[in-house]
């Protein structure tokens, strides 16, 4: 099994990731941006949401959005309603997406949902929080959809109002974002610290 690892970007200590919000836009800088980028590797995003709940004040809209590769995109799917207990998930072509303000939408709920959906290549996802209401950022989505694929393009174009947010892409990699405000040094550390709880 390969290691856990997080590579950090912290503006704070002089670090950016570099992202666009389409493949044609200028690059975004999360230092410029207010967010501290954790790039992880085998890491348990559950272990750190877990973390982040417990110490950070989050905004309370939250959204998922996956979208199934093929072959094998409809059991995905079927799975992904099967476990989304909130609004109906909405939609756009073979992409779905939720959003909910149910307090017990917790992240670390969404996280294994999303991870469990992604996995072995079943397709892409993305869990964040958000201060935006959910008609508006169902509307938001929708217009990024039209432009954008992969889930870094559209949290660049969300990163205005989300204070967290995990990436799954198509890589072995995913990303973390969190608003530099909400959290201290000693915060990381422990976010960092519990990611790196290796995954069974």
Same mark, same amino acid.
């Given at each position: 099994?390969t290691?856990?690892?997080? /590579?950090?970007? /912290?503006?704070?200590?002089?670090? *950016?990731? /570099?992202?666009? *919000?389409d493949?044609?836009?200028?690059?975004l #800088?999360?230092a410029?941006?207010?967010?501290? %980028?954790?790039?992880?590797?085998?890491? *348990?995003?559950? +272990?750190?949401?877990?973390v982040?709940?417990q110490?950070?004040?989050?905004?309370?809209?939250?959204? @998922?959005?996956? #979208?199934?590769?093929?072959?094998? +995109?409809?059991?995905? %799917?079927?799975?992904?309603h099967?476990?989304?207990?909130?609004?109906? !998930?909405?939609?756009?072509?073979?992409?779905? @997406?939720?959003?909910t303000?149910?307090?017990?939408?917790?992240?670390?709920?969404?996280i294994h949902? @999303?991870?469990?959906?992604?996995? /072995?290549?079943?397709?892409?996802?993305?869990?964040?929080a958000?201060?935006?209401?959910?008609?508006? %950022?169902? *509307?938001r989505?929708?217009?990024?959809?039209?432009?954008?694929d992969?889930?870094?393009? !559209?949290?660049?174009?969300?990163?205005?109002?989300?204070?967290?947010?995990?990436?799954?892409?198509?890589?072995?990699?995913?990303?973390?974002?969190? #608003?530099?405000?909400?959290?201290?040094?000693?915060?990381?550390n422990? @976010?960092?610290?519990?990611?790196?709880?290796?995954?069974?």
């Open positions: 099994m290691d856990a690892a997080v /590579d950090i970007y /912290d503006g704070r200590t002089g670090t *950016s990731f /570099d992202l666009r *919000s493949p044609g836009s200028a690059e #800088r999360s410029d941006a207010g967010f501290t %980028v954790l790039r992880g590797r085998n890491v *348990s995003w559950e +272990s750190a949401a877990s982040i709940e110490t950070v004040a989050l905004p309370p809209t939250r959204l @998922i959005i996956f #979208r199934p590769w093929f072959p094998g +995109s409809r059991v995905k %799917v079927d799975q992904l099967r476990a989304w207990n909130f609004e109906p !998930l909405v939609a756009a072509g073979p992409v779905q @997406i939720g959003t303000t149910q307090t017990n939408a917790q992240l670390t709920t969404l949902m @999303i991870g469990d959906a992604v996995l /072995d290549g079943g397709g892409v996802g993305l869990v964040a958000t201060s935006e209401p959910p008609t508006t %950022v169902l *509307s989505v929708n217009k990024l959809l039209l432009q954008s992969p889930m870094l393009f !559209l949290i660049a174009g969300l990163l205005d109002c989300i204070d967290v947010a995990v990436a799954f892409d198509e890589s072995a990699e995913s990303t973390v974002f969190l #608003r530099d405000a909400l959290v201290n040094q000693d915060t990381m422990q @976010i960092v610290k519990a990611a790196l709880i290796q995954k069974s």
